[in-house]
């Protein structure tokens, strides 16, 4: 038996397992197997580029080879990165590394000459044939992994990878790179530059390398939404998961709705379960600490399951011993029946465990069960470090009390004359109390005033 003081802590206190290291843990996650899609994903559209460039073969002969192995040089890298990521822990160092690898290689292969093509195309026609895509599409494999920082840092790669052509074309003395001559028409001047193989926009190339940048930032940011709505999801479920294990799961759904589901201060009347195992304290003497566990933990599950079938809520298990509500947050005027037939099917529940019990040659138990029903206060206490939902008053002890009461009258529930009233007046039906008989009157450890008791 355990004495409650006056008061029953709901939802206990948030203390253990911080919700910030849970989540952060649940995006790092996210975060690995982004990356690892990333990788997929690259891999299988430059596969079918490759497969797409190995048809040209038939048209161009040995001249597609270097695109082939341009493709596969890309191809590489991201088996590559997809084979390291699988096994490590920390992925974001490699993925750094990787993507200003992907746009030192995207860098040079826009650059290199084509050995078996007749002829050579000036590195000018790289820069001004919008080749710089190949970048733009590495940025947006990389909004896969959910990390900021990287977009960021891959759109400083691309723009360092879209140099290699400009510096190539800067170290060609063939090459001139300014801007159009002003005289003219502008427009005229504009497309007789683009014209002229041998003359580099670098106004047109600030203009792609800011397209990239801005291109990073706008990913990033879209990221940093996706991440914030992550997050907010995470912490919904830690909250909806913490709230299922207290209450029902139709309750659940209408706190977790809520942004104030308890509002205030506030007395209600609800049906209060208090339940233990009989000769717990002699039944440990004889067992093993592990097989103290492993019943408390089939006594835990079993119970639970039905109170939440109920439509209970679960304050919490005390050792042997566990604490039910019906009517909180929200009362109904079947509480008291829903409260007896809990206590009935914890009873079936028992005995069902106890022929499995038998069958491995394990000692039956037996449960107390006390019921009451009364009005309770209920509300918020303690700090804003830790937040507790409390049901406070004499209710809450009496069906502590009268779980005692088992003992001396040696039956497996006793249920105060105000639950049964309570039970009998929802129901309509005087047969809701058949199977309980009326005990007389008990004066019960801490109370003046006698209370009328029934037994099952």
């Not at 913490?242 to 659940?252: D, E, G, H, I, M």
């Not at 759904?253 to 809520?258: C, K, N, V, Y």
């Not at 909180?328 to 465990?353: G, I, N, T």
Request: net charge neutral.
């Amino acid at each position: 038996m355990i004495n409650l003081a006056g008061a029953v802590p709901f939802l206990g206190t948030f203390r253990a397992a911080p919700l910030p290291d849970r989540v952060a843990a649940y995006l790092r996650l996210e975060e690995q197997e982004g990356l690892r899609l990333a990788a997929k994903v690259r891999i299988g559209l430059l596969a079918v580029a490759f497969l797409w460039l190995g048809h040209d073969l038939f048209h161009v002969g040995w001249a597609a080879v270097f695109n082939l192995a341009a493709v596969g040089a890309v191809l590489a890298s991201g088996l590559a990165e997809f084979a390291i990521l699988k096994r490590h822990r920390h992925p974001r160092g490699i993925a750094m590394a990787f993507a200003l690898l992907d746009s030192v290689i995207l860098g040079v292969v826009l650059t290199l000459p084509n050995p078996w093509l007749e002829g050579t195309i000036p590195i000018t026609m790289t820069l001004k044939g919008g080749l710089v895509l190949w970048f733009v599409f590495l940025l947006a494999l990389r909004a896969f992994a959910l990390d900021p920082l990287l977009l960021m840092w891959s759109g400083v790669c691309a723009v360092l990878g879209w140099s290699i052509p400009l510096v190539v074309a800067f170290l060609d003395p063939d090459i001139r790179i300014g801007v159009p001559s002003m005289s003219g028409s502008i427009v005229a001047n504009s497309v007789e530059a683009f014209r002229d193989l041998a003359f580099v926009h670098i106004g047109q190339w600030y203009s792609e390398a800011l397209v990239l940048l801005l291109v990073a930032a706008a990913l990033t940011a879209a990221v940093e939404r996706s991440r914030r709505l992550a997050l907010t999801r995470a912490s919904a479920e830690r909250r909806q998961a913490n709230l299922a294990r207290y209450f029902s799961p139709r309750v659940v759904e209408r706190l977790a709705r809520s942004d104030q589901p308890f509002g205030g201060d506030r007395r209600q009347e609800v049906a209060v379960l208090f339940a233990d195992i009989k000769g717990f304290t002699t039944l440990s003497e004889r067992l093993a600490p592990e097989e103290v566990m492993q019943l408390l933990r089939g006594f835990h599950a079993r119970m639970e399951s039905i109170v939440f079938a109920h439509g209970g809520t679960l304050e919490k298990f005390i050792g042997d011993a566990l604490l039910v509500t019906f009517g909180v947050p929200d009362p109904a005027s079947d509480d008291a029946v829903r409260a007896l037939a809990c206590a009935q099917a914890m009873l079936a529940e028992v005995e069902r465990w106890n022929d499995e019990r038998s069958r491995r040659g394990q000692e039956d138990i037996e449960i107390g069960v006390g019921l009451h029903y009364g009005p309770v206060v209920m509300g918020d206490i303690g700090s804003e470090r830790s937040m507790a939902f409390t049901v406070v008053g004499d209710t809450v002890n009496t069906a502590s009390r009268l779980q005692g009461v088992t003992r001396e009258l040696g039956c497996d529930v006793v249920a105060s004359e105000a639950l049964m009233a309570k039970a009998r007046e929802a129901a309509g039906d005087p047969s809701v109390v058949d199977a309980f008989r009326f005990a007389g009157l008990r004066t019960l450890r801490g109370r003046s005033i006698p209370v009328g008791v029934w037994c099952r």
